[in-house]
């Protein structure tokens, strides 16, 4: 039997590629923006993306009410950073949607929309 949140081989499935079923899944009934954080290389120069630490890896809004989301993805093994916390404890107290997904299903409860 699989165990949810691994693959076929038993390893952990890659963020990365629970963001990209959450980013396609809620496609239907929001808008949802991938966010990264930190800096790059540039040829020489390192450019920063204008994002703080902790902002959560995917955003958005509802298409039906326009109601802001940030969804934090972390695998089955996954644990948030010190900054990304405390960005949660932020948005808690805004009128915004805000979690930590570790699937699909986490993602649809978080932004309030049916699977």
Same mark, same amino acid.
């Given at each position: 039997?699989?165990?949810?949140?691994?693959?076929?081989?038993?390893?952990?499935?890659?963020?990365?590629?629970?963001?990209?079923?959450?980013?396609?899944?809620?496609?239907?009934?929001?808008?949802?923006?991938?966010?990264?954080?930190?800096?790059?290389?540039?040829?020489?120069?390192?450019?920063?993306?204008?994002?703080?630490?902790?902002?959560?890896? @995917?955003? #958005?809004?509802?298409? &039906?009410?326009?109601?802001? !989301?940030? /969804?934090?993805?972390?695998? %089955?093994?996954?644990?948030?950073?010190?900054?990304?916390?405390?960005?949660?404890?932020?948005?808690?107290?805004?009128?915004? @949607?805000? #979690?930590?997904?570790? &699937?699909?299903?986490?993602? !649809?409860? /978080?932004?309030?929309?049916? %699977?």
């Amino acid at each position: 039997m699989i165990k949810p949140g691994y693959d076929l081989t038993g390893k952990p499935i890659p963020e990365k590629t629970i963001q990209d079923q959450i980013r396609s899944a809620l496609s239907y009934t929001c808008y949802v923006f991938r966010a990264n954080v930190g800096t790059f290389k540039q040829g020489n120069r390192f450019i920063s993306t204008g994002l703080p630490k902790g902002f959560p890896d @995917l955003f #958005g809004f509802r298409k &039906s009410d326009g109601k802001m !989301f940030f /969804i934090e993805v972390k695998n %089955v093994k996954g644990r948030l950073s010190p900054e990304q916390i405390d960005f949660g404890k932020q948005m808690e107290k805004q009128k915004v @949607l805000y #979690g930590v997904a570790r &699937s699909v299903e986490d993602a !649809f409860k /978080i932004v309030g929309v049916r %699977v």
